[in-house]
């Protein structure tokens, strides 16, 4: 047996398969995630630009506008709240702050404001100072702390000739929405989450392959129950190279295997039965004569002349010789078929067989005016083959020759050396053979001539004989015919050993 190749194992590509799809999912959902919760955020070159080129100036600007206001609440929280609008995309607000550290008003109440509560008045002093360093704050501790939020603090004053600052204007980053609480929050719902995802993908990918692989062996199943169901001619699907494709090859060779075997079993059951009603139908004809005549003889026994009573006898006779044959032909061809038949081998020649069957043929030569005669050189090897079995394919081959001949015909019984055999052919200038019955001459009770048949001169089973016997001797009949002109039947027995042995 041939051993499939790794890729080819049925495992190995179910696995793949699985794996492949697993993986596919997996992907799609990571880029998923890729694509919406890490995406940066929409607006980062307009905050960079805000944050580089404008920044400072807007809160100069807002600062010089709020400066006058301090002292009317709604006027300046309306300010602060409308800038708040404009710069909350860029997530900064600003609020007002007074010098002991309270928030006044806010852009947004509800962050800077709620988180400060009171701002230390030193650090808001310091930070107000042009020299201050955002960049040595925040506190790295407190990441959430409004301080490390701050990023200007500009001195409000109602009136500049006073000096010192009224009030501050803190500008800062809204407050960071994610707390590490929320972040692990986040996490934990990212992993289960992605558990879900990875079990449906998992069990989906799964449901696809079962689905595949029971799809295919469902359509094999189908083409076995039919052809279990006598669809003989039924075959399955078996392009793919793996186990079930080679499973559904070896099911599709067996099966035309079993269907070839199956059109000859029923070949040979018509061709039994056939056989039956033809032997039946050989054996009646001449029993119903033989009845029919003996009847006769029996009830007109008085009055029958002793002329018509031995014509009579003779019909009696001819339909006695014609059964007799026929039972001989019928049990001879049923040994050669089971092979009981065993040939006797023996060295002979070929010239003393052949004076044999002449004179045994001559009578009915010489009723038909057909002239039999031999050609064969004189220094012909022996043969070695059976001779009775020999004998009796001439005599078939002979008996047709003239059975087929017209008068004034002939029958040559030819010999001649062909390497280590012996080539035999008979050949007559009778009637012939039409081409349309050439190939069924060798059948079973195959007669070309109808009534000749009926006369009970041909059984059909001459040939066939033949052949077999031919065949024992591991040789072959061939048949030349021209029909009107005659025909040759040929084949070649090996010759003897002895000779064949000297000549080596
Ligand atoms: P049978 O001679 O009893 O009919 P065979 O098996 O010997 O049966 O021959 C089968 C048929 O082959 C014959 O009926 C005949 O039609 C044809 N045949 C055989 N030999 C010859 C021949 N020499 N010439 C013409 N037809 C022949």
């Given at each position: 047996m041939r051993?499939?190749?790794?890729?080819?194992?049925?495992?190995?590509?179910?696995?793949?398969?699985?794996?492949?799809?697993?993986?596919?999912?997996?992907?799609?959902?990571f880029l998923w995630i890729r694509a919406t919760l890490l995406q940066p955020p929409e607006s980062t070159a307009d905050t960079d630009a805000w944050w580089h080129d404008t920044k400072d100036a807007e809160i100069d600007s807002l600062s010089r506008d709020l400066a006058p206001r301090l002292d009317d609440p709604v006027q300046l929280t309306h300010a602060l709240v409308q800038f708040?609008?404009?710069?909350?995309?860029?997530?900064?607000?600003?609020?007002?702050?007074?010098?002991?550290?309270?928030?006044?008003?806010?852009?947004?109440?509800?962050?800077?404001?709620?988180?400060?509560g009171e701002l230390d008045p030193d650090l808001l002093h310091a930070m107000a100072q042009p020299d201050w360093d955002y960049e040595s704050y925040p506190d790295p501790t407190s990441f959430d702390s409004y301080v490390n939020r701050i990023?200007?603090?500009?001195?409000?004053?109602?009136?500049?000739?006073?000096?010192?600052?009224?009030?501050?204007?803190?500008?800062?980053?809204?407050?960071?929405?994610?707390?590490?609480?929320?972040?692990?929050?986040?996490?934990r719902h990212l992993w289960f989450q992605a558990i879900v995802i990875m079990l449906?993908?998992?069990?989906?990918?799964?449901?696809?392959?079962?689905?595949?692989?029971?799809?295919?062996?469902?359509?094999?199943?189908?083409?076995?129950?039919?052809?279990?169901?006598?669809?003989?001619?039924?075959?399955?699907?078996?392009?793919?190279?793996?186990?079930?494709?080679?499973?559904?090859?070896?099911?599709?060779?067996?099966?035309?295997?079993?269907?070839?075997?199956?059109?000859?079993?029923?070949?040979?059951?018509?061709?039994?039965?056939?056989?039956?009603?033809?032997?039946?139908?050989?054996?009646?004809?001449?029993?119903?004569?033989?009845?029919?005549?003996?009847?006769?003889?029996?009830?007109?026994?008085?009055?029958?002349?002793?002329?018509?009573?031995?014509?009579?006898?003779?019909i009696i006779s001819g339909n006695l010789d014609h059964l007799g044959r026929l039972i001989d032909h019928l049990l001879q061809l049923s040994r050669l078929d089971a092979g009981q038949a065993r040939f006797q081998m023996e060295d002979f020649a070929l010239a003393e067989l052949l004076d044999g069957v002449l004179a045994r043929c001559q009578p009915a030569a010489e009723r038909k005016s057909v002239t039999l005669r031999t050609e064969m050189p004189d220094d012909l090897?022996?043969?070695?083959?059976?001779?009775?079995?020999?004998?009796?394919?001439?005599?078939?081959?002979?008996?047709?020759?003239?059975?087929?001949?017209?008068?004034?015909?002939?029958?040559?019984?030819a010999a001649e050396p062909r390497a280590d055999r012996v080539r035999?052919?008979?050949?007559?200038?009778?009637?012939?053979?039409?081409?349309?019955?050439?190939?069924h001459i060798f059948d079973r009770f195959?007669?070309?001539?109808?009534?000749?048949?009926?006369?009970?001169?041909?059984?059909?089973?001459?040939l066939a004989i033949s052949q077999k016997i031919v065949q024992g001797h591991d040789g072959e009949i061939e048949v030349t015919s021209r029909h009107g002109e005659g025909s040759a039947f040929a084949f070649t027995l090996p010759a003897a050993l002895r000779a064949r042995g000297a000549e080596g």
């Open positions: 051993h499939p190749r790794f890729l080819d194992l049925l495992h190995v590509r179910v696995t793949a398969l699985f794996l492949l799809l697993l993986a596919i999912s997996v992907g799609a959902y708040g609008d404009h710069v909350r995309p860029y997530e900064a607000e600003v609020a007002v702050v007074d010098t002991s550290g309270s928030v006044v008003s806010s852009s947004d109440p509800d962050s800077l404001d709620a988180a400060i990023f200007a603090v500009v001195p409000l004053s109602a009136d500049a000739e006073r000096g010192g600052p009224d009030a501050y204007l803190v500008a800062s980053f809204l407050p960071v929405t994610v707390t590490p609480a929320d972040l692990q929050t986040d996490f449906t993908a998992g069990a989906l990918s799964g449901i696809i392959v079962m689905m595949w692989i029971s799809r295919r062996v469902h359509v094999l199943a189908d083409g076995v129950s039919a052809f279990a169901d006598g669809e003989y001619s039924r075959r399955v699907p078996a392009r793919s190279r793996d186990d079930i494709g080679r499973l559904g090859r070896d099911f599709n060779s067996m099966a035309s295997r079993l269907e070839a075997l199956i059109v000859e079993l029923r070949n040979k059951e018509t061709f039994q039965r056939q056989l039956i009603a033809n032997i039946s139908h050989d054996l009646r004809s001449p029993m119903a004569a033989l009845g029919g005549y003996v009847e006769t003889l029996v009830l007109k026994a008085d009055t029958l002349s002793p002329a018509q009573r031995d014509q009579y006898l003779e090897p022996n043969v070695h083959a059976d001779p009775l079995q020999i004998a009796q394919v001439l005599q078939n081959l002979v008996d047709n020759g003239i059975k087929f001949n017209r008068p004034g015909g002939e029958v040559v019984i035999i052919s008979v050949r007559d200038n009778g009637e012939g053979i039409a081409p349309e019955v050439l190939p195959y007669t070309g001539d109808i009534s000749r048949h009926r006369k009970g001169e041909s059984n059909g089973l001459g």
